[in-house]
């Protein structure tokens, strides 16, 4: 039963603050599939910078945690201005630009991964070994049943996604450039009236959502992989947009979608093990998530409505 | 003021070979190709290499231009076949995307759509013993059937209940891969190869190994479909009811409405074609070269068939010239590595950069009208 919830949360955390990402650029007006591209790319400067800092000053690469978090967050965000120059300055097509940017992360990492490992190292070698971060457990809270399990074994990153995630809700709903970047989604025009540049606020939106994939990316790659290699690709961007779209463009309800998400995954595995059935059964039980989203959509998503302008160039002569 | 209308027309000189509206849909594809080999031959130069000699090896490996040797039975005509061979289920698939587009539709899930008709067809023919007259038609019937459901499936979700179709098809994706999966391990596991059975050869749409004129080649039986189908879709989309249709609801869904459109039953028609054609990309795929399938994995050809509908406008005709381009760059990447000695992956970045440079095409559009505007105001001033 612990494991169901320690497992969960370290999936669902990272996946949930993709999403946050997700919720400022699309709720800004531009439509965002590339969040995949940026937790690769984010994750693969993080880790790289990781990996050459510990070379550089030969501590254990474990330990490097912090400092590639704070990378992998600046790598997310600087290959973020691709999409946003690309969808705002260049009014290409939005959905044409997340989909070239996925395909050139993955080509890029892949390729740079096993030049800077031949050079750097001298070994032909397409990842770079992380390990796995190290997790506390706070002590007298941990004893509380049920609940205990969420003070247990945490990886230090779920705190910080917690403490981002906060404050990615107040910046969105309590402050003024978040009013602004959710009118800028559904009303430009009037935003454009109010002496306010819609570019500008985009532009940030997707920034802020390069940044926090980054962010994530460098988290799965300290947990569940361990490493940085190709198989970052998960398809989890795709996964933290299906939350997002789940919870109908709204930080709260996605939340409830991700953990969703991460409870009926590691449940699923649980239920597998404690059957004791041979591990090709594994598989019928990893569709649990998707399964259940899709029957839940049916009852909740005759409601959901796309911000407005979402997808649309923004064209300051229109009415 | 006279220097800066020089600087103008200087750069309107420059662009002179993409300035003719009429071919811009040709012209920016083309430039932006070229920019992007320009970009990589720079990266190959920093890495040390001969940029040319690299790019001739990429064609070499892909069958357009001779090697300088060729191993036993093997020759320039078996590595163009081949190519065919890797581009055939690249095309249907490109296709797919591009129907889903017109409609107004993302169709996110073809690599899973691709999963489910192959194991489908895999499982009804590929075992079957049937005669091969039987088993080919059977297996492209099969294929597009599959495909054409699942695709459907998600085209009536979102009209029945409003889900969003990149959120069902990503879902259907990972469902797809996780329950083939088990299937395969439980049923139709090979303990070798780990993975699926591989197929009778009656069933699978490639001929291998077929002996003309000493040589031992793989022929793509799909192809000439694919190219047939292609034009069967731009038939399809510009000269009947049907198509026009699905492009209305694609362009102004409301508007289509107005006018006495059935909205939802286009969008779940546009979703079977769509559905369908990458069922056909689908047993191409695993009944055609590979002949069996592997467990958990998702083909990348599905999103990457995505950037290839878009680099081809979504148009059909385009998109033939696309995946060819793309399936050049893939296919002859092996032997550029071994005899260039650089890394196989510098492909797939090539294409990356293609691809950006072509999302680019609407801006370079834009300001090239914005230019010929200034060249024409700047000629009323001189006269």
Redo the contacts between chains.
């Keep these: 039963m612990d494991t169901i919830i320690i497992d969960g949360l370290s999936f669902a955390l990272p996946l949930f603050i993709m999403a946050i990402g997700g919720i400022y650029s699309e709720k800004s007006g531009i439509t965002n599939?590339a969040l995949e591209g940026f937790q690769g790319f984010g994750a693969f400067i993080g880790a790289m910078s990781a990996v050459l800092i510990a070379n550089a000053s030969g501590a254990a690469v474990e330990n490097m945690f912090y400092v590639a978090l704070i990378f992998a967050m600046i790598g997310g965000m600087g290959f973020s201005v691709?999409h946003a120059v690309?969808s705002i300055?260049?009014?290409?097509?939005q959905?044409?630009?997340g989909?070239?940017i996925?395909?050139?992360a993955?080509?890029?990492t892949?390729?740079l991964t096993?030049?800077i490992n031949a050079l750097v190292f001298g070994a032909a070698s397409d990842k770079f070994r992380l390990g796995v971060s190290e997790r506390f457990t706070i002590d007298g809270l941990a004893n509380i049943p049920v609940i205990g399990a969420v003070f247990t074994d945490v990886y230090p990153f779920e705190v910080i996604i917690i403490v981002i995630a906060i404050f990615a809700w107040y910046v969105l709903y309590k402050t003024k450039f978040g009013l602004r970047l959710r009118a800028s989604g559904e009303n430009p025009q009037s935003v454009d009236a109010a002496g306010v540049n819609v570019y500008k606020i985009r532009f940030s939106a997707v920034l802020i959502s390069g940044m926090l994939s980054g962010l994530a990316g460098m988290c799965f790659a300290y947990s569940i992989s361990a490493q940085f290699s190709s198989g970052i690709y998960m398809?989890y961007g795709?996964?933290a947009?299906?939350a997002l779209?789940?919870g109908n463009w709204r930080i709260l309800p996605t939340l409830a979608a991700c953990l969703l998400f991460g409870f009926a995954k590691s449940g699923g595995m649980y239920i597998a093990q404690a059957m004791a059935l041979p591990s090709?059964?594994t598989?019928?039980f990893?569709?649990l998530p998707?399964?259940l989203?899709?029957l839940l959509?049916?009852f909740f998503?005759?409601t959901?409505r796309?911000p407005r302008a979402l997808g649309e160039i923004y064209d300051k002569g229109k009415r | 003021m006279s220097k800066d209308n020089k600087k103008t027309s200087l750069r309107y000189r420059l662009l002179w070979p993409i300035r003719n509206e009429k071919w811009q849909p040709i012209t920016i594809p083309v430039a932006s190709i070229l920019f992007s080999f320009i970009v990589a031959a720079i990266v190959i130069l920093l890495?040390g290499k001969n940029p040319i000699q690299a790019f001739y090896n990429l064609f070499q490996g892909a069958g357009i231009f001779p090697k300088a040797t060729y191993a036993g039975y093997k020759s320039m005509l078996t590595d163009f076949l081949s190519l065919l061979d890797a581009m055939t289920p690249l095309v249907f698939a490109s296709l797919a995307v591009a129907v889903a587009l017109r409609a107004g539709l993302?169709n996110?899930g073809v690599s899973g759509q691709m999963l489910f008709s192959g194991f489908i067809a895999t499982i009804i023919v590929g075992y079957s013993g049937l005669d091969a007259f039987v088993a080919k038609p059977l297996v492209l019937l099969i294929g597009m059937i599959a495909g054409g459901l699942m695709g459907g499936l998600v085209g009536w979700?979102k009209y029945k209940?409003?889900?969003?179709e990149?959120?069902?098809t990503?879902?259907?994706?990972?469902?797809a891969q996780?329950?083939i999966?088990?299937f395969i391990?439980?049923y139709y596991i090979d303990p070798v190869s780990r993975q699926s059975k591989y197929i009778t050869e009656a069933a699978r749409l490639t001929l291998v190994n077929f002996e003309f004129a000493n040589l031992k080649m793989d022929i793509p039986l799909g192809f000439i479909l694919a190219i047939a189908v292609a034009i069967f879709v731009k038939f399809l989309l510009d000269k009947t009811v049907v198509g026009f249709e699905i492009k209305a609801v694609g362009s102004n869904r409301d508007a289509a409405k107005y006018t006495g459109i059935k909205v939802g039953s286009n969008m779940i028609l546009a979703m079977i074609i769509s559905g369908g054609l990458a069922g056909l990309a689908g047993v191409t795929y695993y009944l055609g070269d590979f002949a069996s399938i592997q467990p958990?994995v998702l083909t990348s050809l599905g999103?990457?068939s995505?950037?290839v509908a878009?680099l081809g406008n979504s148009h059909p005709i385009g998109i033939i010239f696309s995946s060819f381009l793309i399936s050049i760059i893939d296919q002859g990447s092996t032997y550029m590595s071994s005899q260039a000695g650089i890394?196989q992956?510098?492909a797939?970045?090539i294409?990356?950069?293609i691809?950006?440079f072509s999302?680019?095409?609407?801006?370079v559009k834009?300001k090239v009208s914005r230019l010929k505007e200034k060249e024409v105001d700047r000629k009323d001033s001189e006269s």
């Design positions: 599939l691709i690309l300055k260049f009014k290409a097509n959905v044409i630009s989909v070239v996925n395909i050139l993955l080509a890029l892949t390729f096993t030049q398809g795709f996964l947009i299906a779209i789940f090709s059964f598989d019928l990893m569709i998707y399964v989203t899709l959509l049916i998503s005759k959901n796309a | 890495l993302f996110i979700l209940f409003n889900i969003h990149v959120v069902t990503i879902m259907l994706n990972y469902i996780y329950v999966s088990f391990h439980n958990k999103f990457d995505i950037a878009l890394r992956e510098i797939s970045v294409i990356g950069l691809l950006l999302a680019c095409g609407a801006y834009h």
